[in-house]
């Protein structure tokens, strides 16, 4: 992993000078600003229209069966097109956008308009990792974590978004105040995709990597060796994946059921939480993604997954205290259960967007960079085909469901510290792959 020698200003003076880099960002901070707002609300929402437990548990294991082969195709295509990035960067965006659109149209009556929905967004997967692969091919190598850090900037234009949804609620009711902002949201991000269509540049074509046609031999090949590529170079980080895609799939399902139907938070009281959190958190994510440049890979892994045990025993402690003593009430981290989540969802980001997408593609050769990512996402959400199901079936058949689940967030906790601690998590990185960095455009 990468060590920065220079200081937060001139990382920052570096990253943004970058005209790609600059529009990338702004298209993705409205993009991620609202759907980061709605999408916490989609489990309640399909709830409320009368999906059982089970079914939506099903609904993101079938997700999960087209995201493997999505992100598989994807990867390989844009490393054979890694001059056409771009392109890809565009259709993610609208492929989000549509899926927005869509999912407004959901209802009771059409249920297997919700099958659409996850559907598409499993497809989606197929401009994901592209879409990140160019992202960090247009800021400096040694700044990755740094620039990633940057997104978390959509929290700022996500306050408008949470203030339009709240008072959509507040007027139209939750579940029509949500199909109207997934309509007017989906619609917005469509068209952040066109404009990426318009304005983005792409990397010069490398003459020196020799491209091959697309065939599915070569497919299997190339995604098969930078897997192993990836076992055989950092295991630790393949088994941490792993164990954290099936915690973090029961997590997701069971926090948002915890904090309406035991910690008695409306979404409206959500979504006023929630505004605050995104607001406070981006100079933490900021400095916290700053650090880990400078930090070595293990540090930075064992520090992020001690939040884990840490929120899930605040949930638990909330079932008997469930305020914090001397806060007054209309603090949202008044709620202990909120503050649980508050930390998880800190933590959740770090992992996502700093360590996971810029460690996976620095791992290996350049040619192979966003299979890379694919691979890693594929590992994430591998679990989800067998722990989203399981995660519904317990939480629908027991009546202690939520306990049992966070009883196995810990174990899978637990058994990705002993891996960190036992195996090599720094990933042996001090410089980049090949002895060279990445060409970037100006």
């Known amino acids: 992993m990468f060590k920065s020698r220079v200081s937060f200003r001139e990382s920052t003076r570096e990253i943004f000078a970058n005209n790609n880099f600059r529009f990338v960002v702004l298209t993705g901070l409205v993009h991620m600003a609202i759907y980061s707002a709605i999408e916490p609300f989609t489990t309640l929402y399909l709830r409320d229209i009368g999906i059982s437990y089970l079914r939506i548990g099903y609904l993101d294991a ?5 995201i493997i082969p999505s992100v598989l195709v994807g990867s390989y295509l844009s490393d054979l097109l890694s001059h056409r990035r771009s392109r890809f960067a565009a259709a993610n965006c ?3 956008g549509v899926m927005c659109i869509i999912y407004s ?10 099958m659409v929905v996850f559907v598409i ?3 989606s997967y197929t401009f994901h990792a592209p879409s990140r692969a160019y992202m960090l091919d247009q800021s400096p190598q040694d700044n990755h974590h740094t620039a990633m850090a940057f997104f978390s900037l959509y929290r700022l234009p996500m306050l408008l978004v949470f203030c339009a949804l709240l008072w959509l609620f507040k007027v139209y009711g939750f579940i029509t105040g949500m199909r109207l902002g997934l309509f007017l949201g989906g619609s917005v991000i469509v068209t952040m995709g066109l404009v990426r269509a318009f304005i983005l540049t792409d990397l010069p074509k490398d003459v020196h990597i020799t491209r091959e046609k697309p065939c599915l031999t070569g497919l299997i090949k190339d995604n098969g060796y930078t897997l192993r590529y990836l076992i055989v170079v950092a295991p630790a980080f393949v088994i941490i994946t792993l164990l954290d895609s099936f915690s973090d799939c029961c997590w997701s399902f069971l926090i948002y059921f915890i904090l309406n139907e035991q910690a008695g938070l409306s979404a409206s009281e959500i979504l006023q939480g929630r505004l605050t959190i995104d607001l406070l958190s981006i100079p933490v994510i900021l400095y916290l993604a700053f650090r880990i440049n400078k930090s070595n890979g293990r540090k930075a892994f064992f520090l992020l997954y001690l939040v884990i045990p840490i929120a899930v025993g605040l949930l638990i402690l909330s079932r008997s205290y469930p305020n914090i003593p001397f806060v007054p009430d209309f603090i949202p981290f008044a709620n202990v259960a909120f503050l649980a989540y508050c930390l998880k969802y800190i933590q959740d980001f770090l992992w996502l967007h700093i360590l996971l997408t810029p460690v996976a593609m620095l791992l290996v ?3 192979h960079s966003t299979k890379a990512i694919g691979i890693s996402w594929l590992l994430a959400n591998l679990s989800r085909l067998i722990g989203s199901p399981l995660a519904g079936w317990v939480y629908q058949s027991y009546t202690n469901g939520s306990t049992i689940l966070l009883g196995g ?3 899978l906790n637990f058994l990705i510290l002993i891996t960190i601690l036992t195996l090599d998590c720094d990933l042996g990185y001090n410089s980049p792959p090949n002895g060279e960095s990445r060409p970037r455009s100006k």
Do not use: D, T
């Open 62 to 66: 079938i997700c999960s069966l087209f």
């Open 94 to 96: 609208c492929c989000w």
């Open 105 to 114: 149209m959901v209802g009771h009556s059409r249920p297997w308009s919700a």
């Open 121 to 123: 967004a499993g497809l």
């Open 365 to 367: 050769p350049k040619e």
């Open 409 to 411: 967030i810990l174990v």
